[in-house]
């Protein structure tokens, strides 16, 4: 499964950016789908995930609220609508695909992730 993520970017603070990631080739609708960032000197954390079906869906406390992560079975593409964005924010951004199995689950940890993208780099400025 290979997962092209796009759509970073500079913003300003309280800007909005989405980013998506396309799995060409596969049934997309087989995996769970997730978002990560990487800050410098950080490690990789969590941020949102969606279930296969799009119906079970959870996000990180720093993001909950002004992030809102979706997906288009059709088009084989997730997606990660930032708004209000924060200085804190400015990370790489991967999406990975998780094999769950099972339509209504998403997981928060980034070792059930078997498939990654190359990462988007997200850089807010305040």
């Known amino acids: 499964v290979q997962l092209q993520a796009s759509g970073g970017g500079l913003v300003q603070a309280g800007g909005s950016l989405r980013l998506s990631c396309l799995a060409p080739?596969?049934?997309?609708?087989?995996?769970?789908m997730g978002w990560f960032r990487q800050a410098p000197g950080k490690e990789r954390e969590f941020v949102a995930a969606?279930?296969?079906?799009?119906?079970?869906?959870i996000y990180a406390l720093s993001v909950k609220g002004r992030f809102t992560i979706s997906r288009d079975n059709a088009k084989n593409t997730a997606y990660l609508q930032m708004s209000s964005l924060k200085p804190e924010d400015t990370a790489v951004y991967y999406c990975?695909?998780?094999?769950?199995?099972?339509?209504?689950?998403?997981?928060?940890?980034?070792?059930?992730?078997?498939?990654w993208g190359e990462g988007t780099q997200v850089t807010v400025s305040s």
């Open positions: 969606i279930s296969p079906d799009g119906g079970y869906i």
């Open positions: 990975a695909a998780d094999p769950v199995g099972q339509p209504m689950i998403a997981r928060r940890g980034p070792a059930e992730y078997d498939y």
């Open positions: 080739g596969v049934t997309f609708a087989n995996y769970a």
